[in-house]
C-alpha cells in the first residue's frame, strides 16, 4: 500500500556531507510521521531524526544533533542532509512513515518501510 524508496547514500570522507532522499508512494495520511534509522553490522536499529508530515516536531538523536537536518516535500519525500559526517555514522539508513514511528520502539512494526541506502564514512 505504501512504498518507500531511499537514495543518495555512498562513500564519504570523515567531515563530509550527503544528503539523503526518500520517496513515499500510497495513501499517507495527514497524522503520519517520517523519520530516519540506521543500522550498522552488530547493532540494534536506532533511529536518527524525525518529523511530522505538517513539519511540526523535528526531533534528532544526540549524536546528530547540529550535524543532521530532517526536511519533508509534500508527503511525497523526505530529506536527511548529513553534514560534518563521522565514522561512526556509517550504516544502513533507512527511511519509515506511519502512525507510531515517533513512538515506543515496540510499535515500529505498526509502520511503512524502506529498502535502506549505504552510508559509509571513512576516516
Known amino acids: 500500500q505504501v512504498q518507500l524508496v531511499e537514495s543518495g547514500g555512498g562513500l564519504v570522507q570523515a567531515g563530509g556531507s550527503l544528503r539523503l532522499s526518500c520517496a513515499v508512494s500510497?495513501?499517507?495520511?495527514?497524522?503520519?510521521?517520517v523519520a530516519w534509522f540506521r543500522q550498522a553490522p552488530g547493532n540494534e536499529r536506532e533511529f536518527v531524526a524525525g518529523l511530522r508530515w505538517s513539519g511540526a516536531s523535528p526531533t534528532y538523536t544526540d549524536s546528530v544533533k547540529g550535524r543532521f537536518t530532517v526536511s519533508a516535500d509534500n508527503k511525497n519525500t523526505v530529506y536527511l542532509q548529513m553534514n560534518n559526517l563521522r565514522p561512526e555514522d556509517t550504516a544502513v539508513y533507512y527511511c519509515?512513515?506511519?502512525?507510531?514511528?515517533?513512538?515506543?520502539?515496540?510499535?515500529?512494526?505498526?509502520?511503512?518501510w524502506g529498502q535502506g541506502t549505504q552510508v559509509t564514512v571513512s576516516s
Open positions: 519509515a512513515t506511519g502512525p507510531t514511528i515517533l513512538g515506543a520502539p515496540q510499535n515500529y512494526g505498526n509502520n511503512y
Open positions: 500510497g495513501r499517507i495520511f495527514n497524522s503520519y510521521a
